[in-house]
């Protein structure tokens, strides 16, 4: 079996033990940059040489679409689908795109993969290619990557002199090879179809759908776009057969999932798992928990395009359909868990400010909705926020969803309205009472100093406004008046007597 | 006509002279990970000494792999004995390297607070 090897390995250890891992089956376990490893050791191109030897192109794209596999890259398109529209085109020339523009942030798969395994995406690629007819690839990847880079160019020059790519691959009259085009990291270029732009040279920008890009994508041509987690699986399936694949994961999700678990939580990493796997599992069992005995808070799924869950929706089983029906998406594969530190309204601002930045300005909604509700939530985190702020909040973010054009508009407002949804409480603290209750919004936290304060003056001395006040031995006193909130005299103080609380004044000095 | 199948075959066949060639079937093999995140923990110079100290024992096999997806514990580096558990060190920094040359490779002693679980 494809995955023995890693269980093999690594199957000892609580973290991997408890992971299935198809997509990252070989990362950590043999050498990227030698091609020799990956054919020896990986059942490297097994798939490729099963698939021209024995099948038809139309009979892998019927073993895609029975495995039930769906696009990795977060929208969970069925991909046999996907490969179908593009091999019924009828064009000499197609084109074989992966999308390795991964820019949500703390998402680190695609990196993780072609860094670790780069010829298993080729492989799928490969696959791909000759089952949709085409004999271009194109691996579109984000200039920040570029280690990544360099051993996708030392990939394709060993797959080259092994006969891989190229003309009448493995003795067939299979012909393909792969180009590589670097974006330059913006988050838009992630939708297919602003990628399809940014390969042609034109700026980033989606287009309206349809025309898909299996009708009509790079230069026109008939195109497959595939995540690189997708093409990851490509080749176990070949290998293994589809009814291996559909029997893991869920009825409608099958498969696996990789997710990039961080923020709050034990053991952060690449966690890869079937699917039906419930949250749960994941933070306390993989994860290891909180650390330092904070209280869970929330998870959050998909990056910016996602949602906040709360602790009542840790049982949900992961897929496609039961995350969003919990008001989160899949997503490319973000996790990030948050614990009691963090404020909820601060979050959603981080979010927006991100989908605000990286709109790409094309249509209205997306462009002026996302500055709109980055200025209400800005407001509200300094301690401005009016009555009605979050019914104009969700109206405005319930239109950008609806009239945007792309994923990036119509997904942009999750975080906003799922932690509108779920901690609509920590909102309105922000307006009424000024509050933030994790002590996380700058402007309404308050420094102040307690009785256990023995007058050793650090703070003091640390305080850029000078803003403390007190002589030597005798407490000391924070003018609020002066205070810039930098929270120096807070870090500093070794007795603890500096303390911060938010909320209109009530226990200040 | 040969078909793609027997052509891998024959390819398999050739990887395996390489990697002999290369040394990769020495009883013990070490993998240290050079991924990105690997490399910014300080794997690279944990690198150089496992090549530079182990260059004159010819019953050791470095090399470089992927990250496994250990983001807080990097860098990783593991040590393969066929017929033997995989033994994963986590956390390593220069002096944890040179010690795991000492102790492991030149006297077989595992050093188990080292190792994850």
């Known amino acids: 079996m494809i995955t023995d090897n890693f269980k093999k390995n690594f199957g000892d250890i609580n973290f991997f033990g408890k992971q299935l891992r198809i997509a990252l089956r ?126 996708l160019y030392k990939a394709f020059a060993a797959a080259r002199k092994e006969g891989f790519l190229g003309e009448n691959i493995l003795g067939s009259k299979f012909n393909f090879d792969i180009e590589i085009r670097l974006g330059a990291g913006a988050f838009v270029c992630g939708e297919e179809t602003a990628l399809i732009n940014s390969i042609e040279g034109k700026r980033g920008m989606p287009r309206p759908r349809p025309p898909f890009p299996a009708a009509n994508g790079v230069f026109g041509k008939p195109t497959l776009v595939n995540n690189v987690e997708t093409w990851a699986n490509i080749a176990a399936i070949i290998i293994e057969g589809y009814q291996w694949f559909s029997n893991i994961g869920t009825e409608k999700s099958k498969g696996t ?30 994860g290891g928990g909180i650390p330092n005995g904070k209280k869970f ?138 509050k933030c209750r994790a002590n996380a919004c700058e402007k309404l936290v ?26 030597l031995k005798a407490k000391h006193k924070v003018d609020l008046a002066r205070c810039i909130k930098c929270g120096r005299c807070y870090k500093t103080c070794k007795f603890g007597a500096v303390k911060k609380d938010s909320g209109i004044l009530e226990i200040m000095q | 006509m040969t078909s793609p199948k027997e052509i891998l075959q024959f390819k398999k066949e050739k990887a395996k002279e390489i990697l002999e060639s290369k040394g990769f079937f020495r009883p013990k093999r070490v993998y240290v990970g050079l991924a990105t995140c ?4 300080g794997s690279q110079s944990i690198m150089d000494i496992f090549q530079s100290e182990t260059g004159n024992m010819s019953d050791v ?17 593991e040590i393969v004995e066929e017929g033997k558990e995989t033994v994963k060190y986590v956390s390593v920094n220069e002096e944890k390297a040179r010690q795991i040359i000492e102790k492991h490779l030149k006297k077989g002693e595992i050093i188990s607070e080292w190792v994850v679980k």
Not at chain 1, 448 to 455: A, H, S, W
Not at chain 2, 61 to 77: D, H, I, Y
Request: aromatic fraction near 8%.
């Open chain 1, 297 to 434: 808070k929330s998870v959050q799924t998909g990056g910016p395009s996602g949602g906040c869950l709360t602790e009542k929706f840790l049982d949900t089983k992961i897929d496609y359909e039961s995350l969003a029906a919990a008001g989160s998406i899949m997503g490319s594969g973000g996790m990030i868990i948050i614990d009691e530190d963090s404020c909820m309204v601060n979050l959603a601002k981080y979010f927006i400010e991100f989908t605000q930045s990286e709109s790409c300005g094309k249509c209205v909604p997306c462009r002026e909705g996302t500055k709109r509700m980055l200025e209400i939530l800005e407001r509200i985190t300094s301690g401005e926020g009016r009555e009605g702020d979050i019914e104009k909040l969700e109206r405005l973010g319930n239109v950008i969803k609806q009239a945007s054009l792309c994923g990036l508009g119509q997904s942009a407002p999750n975080p906003v309205l799922s932690t509108i949804k779920n901690f609509r409480n920590e909102y309105e603290e922000h307006i009424k009472l000024k």
């Open chain 2, 38 to 41: 690997e490399i910014a923990a």
């Open chain 1, 446 to 471: 308050n420094y102040y100093v307690t009785d256990k304060c023995v007058g050793c003056g650090a703070c003091k001395r640390v305080c850029p406004a000078g803003a403390i006040e007190g002589s």
């Open chain 1, 26 to 151: 070989n990362c950590g376990m043999i050498n990227p940059e030698d091609i020799y490893d990956y054919i020896y050791n990986a059942c490297g191109y097994e798939a490729l040489a099963k698939a021209l030897s024995d099948m038809k192109p139309s009979e892998i794209v019927e073993e895609i679409k029975k495995s039930g596999l769906r696009g990795r890259g977060g929208a969970g398109f069925p991909t046999g689908l996907k490969w179908e529209f593009t091999a019924k085109e009828q064009n000499f020339e197609k084109y074989v795109v992966c999308n390795a523009d991964e820019g949500d942030p703390g998402a680190f798969m695609d990196r993780s993969v072609i860094e670790g395994d780069p010829h298993s995406v080729i492989e799928g690629m490969l696959i791909g290619g000759y089952a949709v007819g085409a004999s271009k690839g194109i691996i579109y990847i984000r200039a920040e990557y570029p280690l990544a880079v360099e051993r």
């Open chain 1, 257 to 286: 999932k990789v997710f990039a678990l961080a923020g709050k939580i034990k053991n952060t990493g690449l966690v890869e798992v079937p699917m039906g796997t419930t949250l749960r599992e994941i933070v306390y069992g993989i």
């Open chain 2, 61 to 77: 096999f470095v090399s470089a792999k992927g990250c496994a997806g250990r983001c807080n514990l990097e860098p990783t580096v």
